[in-house]
């Protein structure tokens, strides 16, 4: 991996970084769809590189399931058995034990799954996954972690901790002897839920192994907690980790909570939102989320977003259309499924642009007073008091928006969709 900052912001802590990995060169900060089987849901590998992606995500576990290392190793890996030409990540496995735990058993060995389609019990080991990984061949390949609900208490989640520190020293031994190190990537995970206390004494303790691992990754985050904890937990994150490393934020997909992570100092982000929304009809734009679902879009002859590049709006396909075949066509999925990924490339995209023209804070101000309306509408309180403390004010010239409290998640309470 070459890792080469290229901007920063003069305000908050965004930057502007080339990553190169094996298949060529990522800009960070960036989005990463998720093919978790090594499909992104409703487009092939040429229509996703076509839309300008040049990282996407696959999952250990699932691979490990169907169709299996056996398959992989005689494909060549994941970029050949999918025909994808770019960069590649992949989850350990670890996120499994929370998404799947009426299915797992964790132990200080791994994590004992049974099979879903066939009842089969499997050991996912720090080995394991990556031995598994490797079969993989993605170009940046995670430690196996032990994951637990952001919402768990008590001594679960000191014990989590500090056995995601142990694997990761096993990851590392198991990844050195591999003679991977050359073309794939270990990031860690740091983890400790929402105890700033367990959160530092990871990072410590993986900030030490630095010399072993090329990138590190904020997990445990994005489970159903309160968005004031949690945009604390990724800024105390973000301040201690390494500046020559890539910062990864797992889990992030809404357009609010990417704008802040980028402030806070993240370089990537994933998440199935983009195109499991596309899945229910909901489209993302600039001007907030549009449920093509809602009949008053039956005699829209827009597309989309007027000014969107992508095949589905470039083509002219009008809302009235998408309203008429969105719960009945798979066409529907394919199309809103573009969109919404250019969507999030178009937002990240943005900021980096503007990051590189030391404009950043006025991006973030006017983006955010687009896509949350008018003042009647208001901006989610965390969102406001997170970007306060890297130095960007949402009210300054807009002192007429009201202030939500709670989450705020836009897409949940909008009468746009």
Same mark, same amino acid.
């Given at each position: 991996m070459q890792f080469e900052i290229l901007a920063k912001?003069?305000?908050?802590?965004?930057?502007?970084?080339?990553?190169?990995?094996?298949?060529g060169p990522t800009m960070l900060p960036t989005f990463m769809p998720v093919a978790t089987q090594a499909a992104l849901k409703g487009l092939t590998s040429h229509q996703v590189e076509s839309l300008g992606i040049t990282l996407m995500l696959n999952n250990t576990y699932h691979l490990n399931l169907r169709p299996g290392t056996a398959i992989l190793d005689a494909a060549g890996g994941a970029h050949e058995f999918q025909n994808w030409r770019r960069n590649l990540l992949t989850d350990s496995g670890g996120f499994q034990m929370v998404s799947l735990s009426s299915f797992s058993q964790v132990t200080e060995e791994g994590v004992l799954f049974t099979s879903p389609f066939s009842g089969e019990p499997t050991m996912l080991s720090p080995e394991e996954s990556m031995r598994i990984q490797h079969s993989i061949g993605a170009d940046i390949i995670m430690q196996l972690d032990d994951v637990v609900s952001s919402l768990t208490t008590g001594p679960r989640v000191?014990?989590?901790?500090?056995?995601?520190?142990?694997?990761?020293? $096993?990851?590392?031994?198991?990844?050195?002897?591999?003679? $991977?190190?050359?073309?794939?990537?270990l990031f860690a995970i740091i983890q400790g839920g929402l105890d700033e206390r367990l959160r530092s004494i990871c990072l410590d303790e993986m900030v030490k192994r630095k010399d072993s691992i090329p990138g590190y990754a904020v997990g445990g985050l994005s489970g159903g907690e309160e968005k004031d904890i949690f945009w604390k937990i990724m800024s105390q994150c973000t301040a201690k980790l390494p500046e020559d490393r890539p910062r990864y934020s797992m889990g992030i997909g809404f357009a609010e909570d990417l704008l802040v992570c980028i402030?806070?100092?993240?370089?990537m982000a994933d998440c199935v939102f983009p195109t499991r929304t596309a899945r229910f009809g909901v489209a993302l734009t600039f001007s907030g989320p549009i449920n093509l679902r809602l009949k008053k879009h039956s005699t829209s002859f827009t597309p989309i977003e007027e000014t969107c590049p992508c095949p589905t709006c470039a083509s002219q396909m009008s809302r009235a259309q998408l309203y008429h075949i969105v719960s009945h066509e798979t066409t529907a999925a394919?199309?809103?499924?573009?969109?919404?990924?250019?969507?999030?490339?178009?937002l990240m995209a943005g900021a980096r642009d503007a990051i590189m023209e030391d404009r950043f804070p006025a991006y973030v101000r006017r983006f955010f007073s687009t896509y949350f309306g008018g003042p009647d509408d208001g901006y989610p309180k965390w969102t406001v008091d997170a970007l306060r403390?890297?130095?960007?004010?949402?009210? &300054? =010239?807009?002192?007429?928006?009201?202030?939500?409290? =709670?989450?705020?998640?836009?897409? &949940?309470?909008?009468?746009r969709l």
């Open positions: 912001c003069g305000t908050t802590r965004a930057r502007v970084s080339r990553m190169t990995l094996a298949h000191e014990e989590a901790m500090w056995r995601s520190v142990r694997w990761l020293d $096993r990851c590392i031994a198991a990844h050195d002897a591999s003679g $991977r190190t050359d073309r794939q990537n402030a806070l100092g993240i370089d394919h199309a809103v499924t573009q969109h919404n990924i250019v969507f999030q490339a178009r403390s890297v130095g960007i004010d949402l009210l &300054e =010239g807009d002192p007429g928006h009201k202030v939500i409290l =709670g989450n705020g998640a836009k897409w &949940e309470y909008s009468d």
